[in-house]
């Protein structure tokens, strides 16, 4: 399951502390461990310092948290963050909002980007101010009718069942689709989640214009995560979004995790 180990990149910024804050209460939930690592680029020495006060400042944000603090030499945050997550067998990487973004909303950065097109783990973003609960309470699947997806509903609905909380699937109607075909293909992954697991999921359809409009017209608790799954183009055992996917990201008031492709 995801979390058995988490790696959160982390910076002394707002967006640095959301990630810390979101992936110490992941590896509480799930009883994992934590990593915060915080990279910086070859051939600076005073940045290899800095970096190494970045870890002190997180230190004291966790308190007795147990964690394993790295600093790691990269060219690119991203790409530093996907490597040494290989090389620790981190399963899922956490990142924070990109510094400008809307509060209570994911702006994705540059190392955040990277990570969208490229990571071989599991993604999460935090959303800018997003402080989170004590507890998980809700688990989330961005459903659209294709394989990718369909084989999310069997892990998202494990993962459900692992942490004992309800696993909702919604999917959007944009005003663009036949809303019997999408229940129909609703129902069909409420059935292969009921089939894998035993879990009844709660099917809903987001409605709205677009799918800023769509997501606000549905509920979200406290504590509830959001799963997308990874596009069909993406390569094997990579994170590679969708032009939906995207936009569903970046309108999600609650964290987001991205899946590889071929996960589990």
């Not at 879990?199 to 799963?227: P, R, S």
Request: glycine content about 10%.
């Amino acid at each position: 399951m995801i979390g058995a180990h988490v790696i959160v990149g982390y910076a002394n910024n707002p967006g640095g502390r959301d990630a810390l804050a979101l992936a110490a209460v992941i590896t509480r939930v799930t009883g994992g461990e934590l990593t915060v690592a915080t990279i910086y680029p070859p051939g600076s020495p005073g940045l290899a310092v800095e970096a190494q006060a970045n870890l002190a400042h997180a230190a004291e944000e966790l308190g007795p948290v147990p964690a394993e603090y790295l600093t790691f030499e990269s060219r690119g945050t991203g790409r530093g963050l996907s490597v040494l997550a290989s090389r620790i067998k981190a399963d899922l990487i956490v990142v924070g909002s990109g510094g400008g973004g809307q509060h209570g909303r994911i702006s994705i950065s540059a190392t955040a980007d990277h990570l969208l097109h490229m990571s071989p783990e599991a993604v999460m973003l935090a959303p800018a101010d997003y402080v989170p609960p004590d507890e998980l309470t809700r688990l989330t699947l961005a459903y659209v009718h294709r394989p990718q997806c369909d084989a999310a509903v069997e892990q998202v609905a494990q993962a459900a069942l692992r942490l004992g909380v309800p696993l909702r699937l919604l999917t959007f109607d944009l005003r663009t689709e036949d809303q019997g075909r999408l229940r129909d293909d609703l129902a069909l992954a409420v059935r292969l989640a009921w089939e894998s697991t035993g879990i009844e999921a709660e099917a809903e359809v987001a409605e709205g214009h677009d799918v800023a409009a769509a997501l606000g017209d549905v509920e979200w608790l406290d504590g509830e995560l959001l799963v997308c799954a990874a596009s069909e183009d993406a390569q094997p055992h990579r994170v590679f979004l969708g032009e939906l996917a995207m936009k569903v990201l970046r309108a999600s008031p609650r964290p987001v995790t991205v899946l590889p492709r071929g996960f589990g």
